[in-house]
């Protein structure tokens, strides 16, 4: 493996394990089967094409060698009746498993097509109304013009539902190469049924003057260029630390496997750290199931906004082709990720995960003061396994991070451009920063969800919620010095939502109450937050009901394969009230058993004029760290830094 070698993870046909990604060979047998049924007509689009995982118990009883059963799950589209369906194909032996209708006004609708981005953009703009509007602006040509295509979401609106829709806000550019939110048109919305194809309602509420100043972020409108930055090589003239054989990806102790869906984008399968001679499992699975964008205006041209950027967009299928020194450094490799296109074809994204090693500063050190300040340390280095997803204005960077120590850490990366509003110049807005004369930024949150299956050392798991707590003064505390910890065992799904406390430090410590470590207690890692504020809008509001996920910093759920997503199955236009806030209605059992942990997390993002035009990157993210998982330091057989190069060690 080279930095300049992309990595195929095509595996073996037929597939050699349970979860082994899909390969392009499975996803055109998936339509195959579906062809062969009779379930695909012209009009048949695959807004949803992702591999049926096994549960964790079929994984576990694989054994090398064994054939493997491969199934698809398949979400169709007739475009145009809207009808949508859902089939489970088996890949392996070519034959279609299940198949039902689904239901737009129950289920929610699928999420959006490529090509309906174009339908939009089509539809809007042969829209007598939307250009009466538009000429009453003073635009006639609208060649330059961007109809947005955005989630429409639910708003209990009887002559909205069942209908498959967009809500699109309209964007002025100077050239094809302009960026179009330095010109947001104020006070349009054009509300598109993608099936009937047609305007079913444009809200107009009134001329705003759209924002002139343009907003180009290129080197040729930003020059001249800085001159005085040096160069900064990082080299590993023996290639990196880590292996990657098909998926399975090694590195100092940890093993885990790869993959790649159109939804989450990046999922890292058994995530186990090497313990002696044991593989112990901490992780069966590993994801970022969903992020929610709500937005903060009022105003019934913008109080709609809110997009799902993994269930309504999907966050795999909009993944960037990552491109050497620029999004990655140093010594890298690239795995191509293998999806379905609109029409179910397989197609495959070059260089869609990026994975490489970091230095990360100091792992540990000491200097003994008592020994002639002897001197012991050692570095400190991340294995990092990466994507890029560009969702509209926004791109985010989703970085798993693993440590020497038994750290393992996600980080979220936004940046891009803003999503803008118009306004008088000057006139400002409580729900708005203006970072440009009448380009208004609005307030808004990234709401993230990671998913992880618990399996600390397999068998069942327990999930506490442990604060630090001060002690009064008294007869046993006579100086009011002490403090302690209190565990509260999550027994029960009803106690499942769990809001942070940073006043308290509180964590959430996952353990297994059937293994203990050396002195006695379960092995544990802790879940450390970062302590973001939750969903801003109201309790009971439209975005509430269907970002219930993003109403708690953690959730705790019974495992169960069916329960995939944060905000169910077709969050796209659903009414709210599927996923985590379904499956914690009190009456199941947390304690020692299989366990989900969905964690909420994001920057409440008020924009800044450094933000535009382009945004630095804003990061946030979690910790899972060992709690006792470990009987000691697992770090302390790092081999020695020689440190200047020179041979000598910084042992001192
Ligand atoms: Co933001």
């Known amino acids: 493996m080279t930095s300049q070698t992309a990595t195929s993870t095509a595996p073996r046909t037929p597939a050699a394990h349970p979860l082994d990604p899909l390969t392009a060979d499975e996803i055109a047998a998936a339509r195959e089967v579906l062809e062969a049924e009779g379930k695909v007509t012209e009009a048949t689009r695959f807004p949803l094409v992702l591999p049926d995982e096994p549960d964790r118990h079929t994984v576990l009883a694989h054994r090398d060698g064994h054939p493997v059963d491969r199934r698809i799950r398949v979400t169709l589209l007739d475009t145009q009746t809207g009808r949508a369906a859902e089939a489970v194909v088996d890949v392996s032996a070519r034959v279609l498993l299940a198949y039902r209708d689904l239901d737009a006004a129950s289920d929610g609708q699928p999420p959006l097509l490529f090509e309906e981005y174009e339908t939009c953009d089509e539809i809007v703009k042969a829209d007598p109304g939307w250009r009466a509007a538009m000429a009453e602006r003073g635009i006639t040509d609208t060649s330059l013009v961007i109809a947005a295509p955005l989630a429409a979401g639910h708003f209990g609106v009887a002559e909205e539902s069942g209908r498959r829709m967009l809500r699109s806000l309209t964007f002025l550019r100077c050239s094809e190469s302009d960026n179009p939110f330095a010109h947001p048109v104020g006070g349009l919305v054009a509300e598109v049924d993608l099936v009937e194809r047609r305007v079913i309602r444009l809200i107009d509420t009134g001329i705003v003057p759209t924002p002139a100043e343009c907003g180009r972020y290129e080197a040729e409108f930003n020059g001249p260029e800085r001159t005085d930055l040096l160069p ?183 940046t891009g451009l803003l999503q803008t509003s118009a306004a008088e110049p000057g006139a400002g807005s409580p729900y708005a920063t203006e970072v440009a004369p009448g380009l208004l930024a609005p307030f808004h949150q990234h709401l993230f969800c990671a998913r992880l299956d ?51 430090g509180r964590r959430w410590r996952i353990s297994n109450p059937g293994s203990l470590n050396r002195m006695g207690q379960p092995v544990a890692y802790s879940l450390v937050p970062e302590s973001g504020p939750l969903l801003l809008a109201q309790t009971g509001s439209p975005v509430a009901e269907r970002v219930a996920y993003a109403t708690r910093h953690l959730w705790v759920t019974r495992y169960r394969p069916e329960r995939h997503y944060p905000d169910g199955d077709y969050p796209n236009q659903h009414p709210g009230g599927a996923g985590v806030a379904a499956w914690s209605r009190p009456g199941e059992g947390l304690e020692d058993t299989e366990l989900t942990v969905w964690h909420a997390f994001g920057p409440t993002h008020l924009p800044r004029l450094e933000d535009w035009p382009v945004m630095p990157v804003d990061s946030c993210g979690f910790a899972l760290r060992p709690t006792g998982f470990f009987d000691r330091n697992p770090a302390l057989d790092l081999p020695r830094e020689t440190g200047d190069g020179s041979g000598t060690h910084c042992h001192a």
């Open 454 to 504: 618990a399996a600390l050392d397999g068998g069942g798991n327990t999930v506490e919620e442990v604060d630090v707590v001060r002690l009064p003064t008294g007869p046993d505390n006579p100086h009011g010095n002490a403090f302690t910890t209190r565990a509260t065992v999550i027994a029960d799904s009803g106690d499942g939502g769990r809001t942070a406390d940073p006043a308290a």
């Open 232 to 414: 900064l090589e990082i080299r590993q003239p023996q290639g990196p630390s880590f292996t990657l054989d098909g998926p399975v990806l090694r590195w100092q102790n940890w093993r885990l496997r790869l993959d790649f869906n159109a939804r989450e984008g990046l999922v890292l399968h058994q995530i186990a750290h090497r313990d002696g001679d044991r593989h112990r499992l901490v992780l069966h699975r590993a994801s970022i199931a969903e992020m929610a964008v709500p937005y903060a205006e009022p105003d019934p041209a913008r109080n709609w906004v809110c997009y799902l950027d993994a269930g309504e967009y999907l966050l795999g299928r909009n993944a960037n082709t990552l491109r050497l020194g620029c999004d990655c450094l140093g010594e890298i490799a690239y795995v191509d990720a293998v999806l379905a296109d609109d029409l179910g074809r397989p197609e495959t994204l070059p260089n869609a995960i990026c994975i490489h090693e970091e230095d990360t500063g100091l792992l540990w050190k000491h200097t003994n003061i008592f020994d002639n300040f002897a001197v012991d340390s050692r570095r400190s280095r991340r294995l990092v396994i990466s994507y890029i997803a560009t969702l509209g204005n926004y791109d985010y960077g989703f970085y798993w991070y693993l440590y020497q120590d038994g750290t393992i850490a996600f980080e979220a990366k936004a």
